[in-house]
T-cell receptor, first 113, second 116 residues
């Protein structure tokens, strides 16, 4: 299982773009990269998933370089409600009986007004 | 889509009680579900992988007789904390993955278990 490394915390202001980078140097060929958001006393919420290059959805973008040893979650124009813990996970989603996810420490994002 | 319901959201009970937590995938089928435990200000720790129609796979250090898992159908997995003690107090979270390739896990909203 690929181990991930993220910054412990980040601070930002409302309206700014926030980029959180995750390192996963030993990512395997079949591994996908998935990002989750977690608020206190709630389960993690799926944000975005990708394999290579760039993926964009209605809430975020995910940038993955060619070597796939890192990835960057980009949150455009954050608001106070984006204050949460963000987890980067790497796992094999092709595996027949589901991917085993190992959560790292995550990044605490604090958005200030 | 991809909604996972976890019930109950909070349980407070006496030491020695057994507590059952349900995890349901509401709008998709999940051959595999996962159970996690989370301590305050800590990350999620995988406890076990629940497979429909077969025995659960437990992570190292997790007592299978303490944490009974049953995956009765493609949309329901249960975790029973048997003879719970104060040290079992924690936040328990389940997740489910839709069948098919490239599907991410979707999580329930967790169960706060408090043993007095």
């Amino acid at each position: 299982l690929a181990k991930t490394t993220q910054p412990i915390s980040m601070d930002s202001y409302e309206g700014q773009e926030v980029n959180i980078t995750c390192s996963h140097n030993n990512i395997a060929t079949n591994d996908y990269i998935t990002w989750y958001q977690q608020f206190p006393s709630q389960g993690p919420r799926f944000i975005i998933q990708g394999y290579k290059t760039k993926v964009t959805n209605e809430v975020a973008s995910l940038f993955i370089p060619a070597d796939r040893k890192s990835s960057t979650l980009s949150l455009p124009r954050v608001s106070l409600s984006d204050t949460a813990v963000y987890y980067c996970l790497v796992g094999d989603v092709v595996e027949e009986y589901g991917n085993k996810l190992v959560f790292g420490a995550g990044t605490i994002l604090r958005v200030k007004s | 889509g991809a909604v996972v319901s976890q019930h109950p959201s909070r349980v407070i009970c006496k030491s020695g009680t057994s507590v059952k937590i349900e995890c349901r995938s509401l709008d998709f089928q999940a051959t595999t579900m996962f159970w996690y435990r989370q301590f305050p200000k800590k990350s999620l720790m995988l406890m076990a992988t629940s497979n429909e129609g077969s025995k659960a796979t437990y992570e190292q250090g997790v007592e299978k007789d303490k944490f009974l898992i049953n995956h009765a159908s493609l949309t329901l997995s249960t975790l029973t904390v048997t003879s719970a003690h104060p040290e079992d107090s924690s936040f328990y979270i389940c997740s489910a993955r839709a069948d098919g390739s490239n599907q991410p896990q979707h999580f329930g909203d967790g169960t706060r278990l408090s043993i007095l």
